[in-house]
């Protein structure tokens, strides 16, 4: 519980209408898309880094934890607070595109889709591209060090942050202004992937590339996951722009035939693998046809859950190359034990595999998810781009993570019960 007085000083920072205090919409703040519930002693919603800055400094000095949050879509308990105040940052959500730099300065509640618009307007493109990209925040995604589609020849948001405006848990503001596409110094790549632990992001800069002249999607079908694994490396090799695989049964969710597809995004030309893919059974898809696919495919997600109750765990492993087909044919081995169906789709470029887990009882989702995280650390695979926050497990170098904590959260403030430091 907040004493009045403290309540009374959060709105006096942020206003009356910005602090959400006593009420059960508190209940929306204690969860996020995991499985996980805590507890919101308030939440608070900044339009300024000033705000933020009064804010942090009052709470370090009454000792309250503080969580900040995006849109709550992490789904390894990132956002969830444990009696900590949660910070909603979606009211700062100001996009300044500079062209002729090829820069885009975005506040953290900015919504990634919308940057993405944005950039449109000027011929620019930021390649990667969550599942979640109309709903995540840029602050949650550079936050958690998401990835998404076209991870193996772009990489993940951390390659495109070259500046930052962050608040430290002492209220000191530091701003990095990012003009260049070079980033000297690891200043602001400390808060990629820190999950809200060592500050609150404002705004990032990041760089940005031309947007592809033309583009075209190569949708290609396999009777099994083996045929499909064994065309994969030859895929991998010739540095294809995406490459995103569905199982069978997500495939016949999508009103395709019940087989394994991978659909393989080409950016202007890749003659090899083009060659390559053509000795397949495949079908190329450009222009509307194209967009067409990619807009049924983002209806998977909403397509599972219709199949019973989906609970956000156990479906988001970076698996090493050369195990994925042992993962995929192990995940159907587990699931047999249970009371439940995993529809498996991922991002295959970055061997991010997710298999969603549906049943009637969240309980037994829960068992069936612990055993697929036994079975990715037995594979050597860890928690791929959604967050680890609560999964420390998957965690590694805690000793750096311990250390670097303690130099700017000495009070432990922020995001507490997260990284198990
Ligand atoms: C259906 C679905 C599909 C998804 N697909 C993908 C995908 O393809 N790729 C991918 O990478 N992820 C994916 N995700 C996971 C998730 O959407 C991303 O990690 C996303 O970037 C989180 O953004 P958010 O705004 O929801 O952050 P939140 O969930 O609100 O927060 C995530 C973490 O960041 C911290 N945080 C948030 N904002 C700030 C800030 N301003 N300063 C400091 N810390 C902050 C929080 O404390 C928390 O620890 C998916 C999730 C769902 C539900």
């Known amino acids: ?219 290609i079908e396999f009777d099994d996951a083996g045929e499909m694994v064994t065309h994969l490396t030859e895929i991998l090799r010739h540095l294809p722009d995406s490459v995103e695989y569905i199982d069978e049964r997500c495939a016949s969710l999508l009103d395709f035939s019940e087989a394994h597809y991978l659909a393989v995004e080409v950016f202007g030309e890749n003659r090899v693998l083009e060659d390559h893919l053509a000795d397949l059974n495949c079908e190329m898809l450009e222009g509307d046809e194209e967009r067409r696919f990619w807009e049924r495919r983002e209806t998977l997600g909403a397509e599972i859950a219709r199949k019973g109750t989906r609970i956000y765990a156990g479906e988001d492993f970076a698996v090493p190359f050369s195990r994925i087909g042992e993962f995929i044919s192990s995940v159907r081995e587990v699931e047999r034990e249970f009371d439940a169906e995993v529809y498996i789709y991922g991002h295959l470029d970055t061997s991010n595999l997710h298999p969603a887990i549906v049943s009637e009882s969240p309980e037994e989702s829960l068992r069936l998810a612990e055993r697929l995280y036994k079975l990715a650390i037995k594979l050597g695979a860890t928690v791929g781009e959604h967050g680890v926050a609560k999964r420390w497990e998957f965690l590694k170098g805690r000793e750096i993570v311990r250390r670097l904590k303690y130099c700017l959260d000495p009070t432990g403030i922020m995001n507490p019960g997260k990284f198990g430091v």
Do not use: W
């Open 1 to 219: 519980m907040l004493s009045t007085s403290l309540v009374n000083a959060l709105k006096e920072i942020f206003g009356e209408e910005d602090v959400l205090h006593g009420t059960r919409v508190l209940e929306v703040y204690s969860t996020d898309a995991s499985p996980f519930y805590g507890k919101a002693l308030a939440v608070v919603r900044p339009e300024s880094e000033k705000e933020i800055s009064k804010f942090l400094k009052l709470a370090e000095k009454h000792g309250i934890a503080v969580v900040p949050r995006g849109s709550g879509s992490g789904t390894a308990g990132g956002a969830v607070p444990e009696n900590a105040v949660v910070v909603d940052m979606k009211k700062m959500d100001r996009i300044e595109v500079v062209p002729e730099d090829m820069i885009v300065f975005a506040q953290a509640g900015a919504i990634i889709s919308d940057i993405k618009r944005e950039l449109e307007k000027h011929d620019l493109f930021l390649p990667p591209e969550p599942g979640s990209v109309r709903i995540a925040t840029i602050g949650g995604f550079v936050a958690n060090n998401g990835s998404g589609k076209r991870g193996l020849k772009y990489g993940t948001i951390r390659n495109y942050v070259v500046g930052m405006n962050v608040v430290l848990p002492d209220g000191k503001v530091v701003r990095i202004p990012g003009k260049t596409h070079r980033v000297p110094g690891m200043s602001c790549q400390v808060f990629v992937g820190s999950e809200g632990t060592l500050g609150i992001i404002a705004g990032v800069y990041l760089r940005v590339l031309p947007a592809p002249r033309s583009r075209k999607t190569y949708l």
